[in-house]
C-alpha cells in the first residue's frame, strides 16, 4: 500500500510504529541534512497518520466486543457500505 507522496506505508501498527521510532531517534540526533530532516517528517506524519488509523480500528473492535452482551465474539469490521474492512 503507498500513500499520495508514493512512499509505502506498512500495513501492521508495530511495523508503523517501530519505523517511525527510528525516524524520531535520527531526528533527535542531528546529523541529518535540512532536506533529509524534511523527508523525514514528511514520513513521520505519514507513519502518525497510519498508527492513528490502526488505534481507530482496534478501538472499534474493542467497543463492538463489549457490546456482545458478555458474550466475546469477533466479528470483521465492516465500512459504510457494508464492506469488510
Known sequence: MADKSGSPVPLDFEAALAELQGIVEK???GEQTLEE??????????????????????????EKLAR???ELKVQPLTDDTGNSA
Open 68 to 70: 456482545e452482551g458478555g
Open 27 to 29: 531526528m533527535e540526533s
Open 37 to 62: 530532516a524534511l523527508a523525514s517528517f514528511q514520513r513521520g506524519v505519514e507513519l502518525t497518520r497510519a498508527c492513528q488509523q490502526g488505534l481507530k480500528e482496534a478501538e472499534q473492535r474493542v
